[in-house]
């Protein structure tokens, strides 16, 4: 029975997909560019599920069949034959039913957004810097490996070359899909190149991921907000830029503060410094309550403490294990350039197993 109802559900989306297609080549459609995008993302979406739903009704028909054809068939040898084929036919719509499971799952609405990632050093000074450095050039390889378009909103760097604080932007199909799982604190464990005694060092930074926010989602007011115009800096505060470029934007309601100096344009440091104001507040409205968004922020974030952490990177051992799955690789040099897949894939599959035991609670 309930699978007969899921069957129905899926035929529902059938039915839908088609009658879009169908819209997609109608004459007044074609001539409306709005129109017709709708339509054309609401039926790619579709498209998958009503696949395996024509899949599925054939392989159960071809099951039945040869079941059928078994039961009347004289010629031992041919029954065989046509019972086998029946029983390959049941094991495949085995497979089929796993594969509409997961397919029928709630989506992650922002799945498909834009990101904005927030990397900061946590606990262990300036060896944290260096390690938030090191992620930062991480995913900057694994954006690109994915044709993902990163672009700096603001940065300070230490005199040694480590990194404070960064924030960054990324753009391309499925940016937060492919990077959500990495927000959490992030553990190293290595002899610093500062370190003369050779001890291994434990030190800790954040990545915070946040789904960017289109701008009709979030209204920002502008008596809730303050924006200060400064000179850029550098490392060490040396001044890198003479003119007042640099911009802070401070919201009252929230307290939330962004700022953003990477560009030599005041114009262009304001734009996106709304961005990552607005995604920061689609973050914040879309919690129930203000206890919900510290709870989630801290669950995104922690405290930065040595003993909080999602994954740790020990590099004496050449070995990187995300402790929310217990994976371990070794190949660390290879992770730390960008070669994150494995990681990403294994949380993915860990992600959709959990929802689906929760939906057959």
Known sequence: MEEDKV???LK????RCAALSAKLADSAVIGDPVQW???????????????????????????SGAAAAAESESDPEMRALLQEEAELCRQKLEDIR???KIILLPKDRNDDRNCIVEIRGGAGGEEAALFAGQLYEMYLSYCDRHRLKCEEVDINRTELGGVKEVVFNVAGKGAY????FESGVHRVQRVPETESQGRVHTSTATVAVLPEAEDVEVEIRDEDIRVDVYRSSGAGGQKVNKTETAIRITHFPTGIVVTCQDERSQLKNKDKAF????TRLYDYYNSRNQSEQDARRKSLVGRGDRSERIRTYNFPQGRVTDHRIGLSLYSIDSFMMGDIDEMVEALAVAERENALAGSED
């Open 7 to 9: 069957i129905a559900k």
């Open 12 to 15: 529902v989306i059938s039915d």
């Open 37 to 63: 995008a709708g339509i054309a993302k609401e039926q790619a979406e579709l498209s998958e599920p009503a696949e395996v739903y024509a899949e599925y009704i054939r392989v159960r028909d071809e099951m």
């Open 98 to 100: 796993g594969r509409i």
């Open 177 to 180: 899909k492919l990077l959500k």
């Open 275 to 278: 961005k990552v104001l607005r």
